[in-house]
């Protein structure tokens, strides 16, 4: 046998050595996620603990705040890899800058009813393993708090030449009331295996309180898909709010839901964002009909709550819209909205401000 045939079987032994090892590798990586894969059921109990704070709320005016944080790791001067950008995660003094912008915006909010914030994170690798929970308890220490995982995996494989790694999220709805109830709810997935091991299990928190005329107040936190091969998700999530809030009103309930919902609200026109931004509507919108009778939208159509993340954000020419915002149920008056100005400096969202009465 020649020198170059023992050298060319030499190189084919190894080279299939190597690809069985990464093969094996890979399926056992595969195997491991599987295991570990987080099943959230379709309901869960929330503990609610005891604490000194009122247990009814009274039929008057409420304050409330919904933002979406971006796991303090999306200010500014960050795009995104998933969505067309380059970057993963910020350097570390960049993302304590913007946890820290995020924590004083939250702090000087005049002690606001309810806070909805979504995207925030606790002990996570693209947050250098940070409590973010912990941090915002810190802030708001004479609140009930209720924090439910929507995006838990042990290590995100992508991008392959930074991979996002270990990554625990949620929702986190804070009261100055004590709830009867609090529940996280299951969206339900249309992800495939092996897919569905690594993205988002969207879900929402349901806190139900006593108000002082002898109904209850039904406040829902919730976090809709986003991306474009969701468009059967974001159907079912919103069949599933709707069956849930005409159930609450039709018993007598007021009900609330905020949050991110990755849609446009029905009355949203691009053409009343007139601070500067470029504006646009996310297609396809919420269907005509998902609005019971009688509820309604309540934003700030004036101004956006969201930024691509596709580079880093410039006014005038990165995109904008509006996709957080609350719906009402007829038996609440919406007295105000505002949608806060921070420049998108240390989230991709904007917080936003809304005062009601309960009739």
């Not at 690809?19 to 195997?31: D, E, H, K, S, T």
């Not at 009867?180 to 091991?197: M, T």
């Not at 240390?346 to 809304?354: G, I, R, S, Y």
Request: with cysteine; proline share 6%.
């Amino acid at each position: 046998m020649s020198t170059f045939k023992k050298i060319f079987r030499s190189f084919i032994v190894v080279f299939s050595m190597l690809a069985g090892l990464i093969f094996i590798l890979f399926a056992g990586f595969l195997l491991y996620a599987t295991i570990t894969d987080y099943k959230p059921a379709m309901k869960e109990t929330m503990t609610i603990s005891k604490s000194s704070l009122p247990d009814t709320i009274p039929a008057s005016r409420l304050e409330l705040y919904t933002w979406n944080i971006g796991y303090c790791g999306l200010g500014a001067k960050m795009d995104f890899f998933y969505e067309n950008g380059t970057m993963v995660r910020p350097d570390k003094e960049y993302y304590e800058r913007c946890r820290n912008g995020v924590l004083n915006q939250l702090s000087l909010l005049n002690k606001p009813d309810f806070i909805l914030l979504q995207e925030i994170d606790q002990h996570s690798h693209r947050t250098y393993l940070d409590d973010q929970i912990e941090r915002v308890k810190a802030v708001f220490k004479d609140y009930a708090t209720f924090f439910a995982l929507n995006y838990k995996v042990p290590f995100v494989p992508v991008p392959l030449y930074s991979p996002m790694g270990k990554v625990n999220a949620g929702l986190m709805t804070l009261s100055r009331y004590q709830p009867i109830e609090a529940k996280r709810y299951s969206f339900p997935s249309a992800y495939s295996w092996p897919k569905r091991l690594f993205m988002l299990d969207r879900g929402f928190i349901l806190t139900r309180f006593t108000v002082s005329n002898g109904k209850q107040l039904v406040l829902i936190n919730t976090h809709n898909s986003a991306f474009s091969d969701a468009a059967d998700m974001r159907a079912k999530e919103l069949n599933m709010l709707k069956a849930i809030i005409e159930k609450e009103y039709s018993a007598g309930n007021y009900v609330i839901v905020g949050g991110d919902w990755n849609q446009n609200p029905l009355p949203y026109n691009k053409e009343n964002i007139r601070d500067g931004n470029v504006a646009y509507a996310i297609s396809p919108g919420i269907p005509a009909d998902f609005l019971p009778a009688g509820f309604t939208w309540a934003f700030d159509p004036g101004n956006p709550t969201n930024r691509d993340v596709d580079i880093p954000y410039t006014k005038g020419k990165t995109r904008t819209t509006i996709i957080d915002f609350f719906v009402l149920s007829p038996n609440i008056t919406m007295l105000a909205t505002k949608t806060l100005q921070t420049g998108f400096e240390f989230a991709d969202h904007q917080p936003v401000e809304m005062v009601v009465a309960l009739k």
